[in-house]
């Protein structure tokens, strides 16, 4: 686990200067929804939702692109096979992945909420910084437990693998409100949409950082963590059985290890 998330880690500062381009390209699409949303005459509040969906949006994308795509590029580069003749559990480099992306996903997000904070100036109304700091950390169990799970669903799907990341990609932005309370859509497509567990983190950080009767949450605080712990157990255990199923089909059928399909 260790060895794969090390060179994640080691990447992330290898290069300092995309850094910059990582920071200050997401805050170009943070200040056009803020200007949207004042020159709308949006209440202030829609701001800091803006600035704090801007900077989770890095780990959709690294699940997205990191994460659910990751074996079929190993493959392409001939590592996947090196994976599996090794003696190790197949869901130590999974995890390794998760690990690695979210160290260098985190450095981006953090220096994107900070300095969209700071432009804005954003008012807070923090009183539970312990459960925000939960919030936060179960999220990102439950969301990188779905990428851990969508990795081996790609694998199978081949080459079409990065269509499925790309379509993946804008509606969730949209119907996990990654810029406003995702209630606005309805309280059951809320619901629905939380089968995405950014959807629910978001809301509750939302609840935590600028109080519930401005944030309009979807559903309270405790039971949003409550749900999001169920799918993140649910995505692990499903992400360790589509991982033998791979295997046991990839023995079968002999094609798992073939590129381009």
């Known amino acids: 686990m260790a060895a794969r998330a090390y060179p994640r880690v080691i990447g992330s500062l290898r290069e300092p ?4 381009g990582d920071i200050v390209l ?5 200040m056009a929804f803020v200007f949207y949303y004042r020159a709308m005459g949006a209440p202030e509040v829609f701001t800091g ?19 659910a795509a990751q074996f079929y590029w190993e493959r392409e580069v001939g590592n996947l096979q090196l994976y599996l003749i090794s003696p190790m559990s197949r869901m130590s480099v999974l995890a390794g992945m998760a690990l690695g992306g979210m160290f260098s996903t985190t450095l981006r997000a953090v220096s994107t909420f900070v300095l969209g904070f700071v432009v804005f100036d954003i008012q807070v109304n923090l009183t539970n910084p312990g459960a925000l700091i939960v919030v936060f950390l179960i999220t ?10 969508f990795s081996s669903l790609y694998l199978l799907f081949g080459r079409n693998a990065w269509r499925l990341s790309m379509l993946a990609q804008e509606p969730i932005y949209l119907v996990s409100g990654f810029y406003f309370p995702v209630k606005e859509l309805g309280f ?7 089968i995405i567990p950014i959807t629910l983190g978001l809301d509750a950080m939302r609840q935590l950082l600028f109080g519930p009767e401005l944030s309009d949450g979807l559903l309270p ?12 157990v649910i995505f692990f255990v ?15 059928e002999g094609r798992l290890l073939t590129r381009w399909l």
Do not use: D, Q
């Open 238 to 252: 499903l992400a360790r059985y589509l991982l033998e199923y791979m295997e046991y089909l990839g023995k079968r």
């Open 140 to 149: 990102l169990l439950a969301l990188y437990g779905m990428g851990m799970l």
């Open 26 to 30: 997401p805050l170009l699409s943070i």
């Open 221 to 232: 605080v405790s039971v949003e963590i409550m749900i999001l712990l169920v799918i993140a």
């Open 49 to 67: 939702f803006v600035v704090l969906g801007g900077a989770m949006i890095a780990y959709w994308l690294n699940v997205l692109w990191g994460m």
């Open 188 to 194: 059951w497509v809320g619901l629905a949409a939380s």
């Open 17 to 20: 200067s995309w850094l910059i």
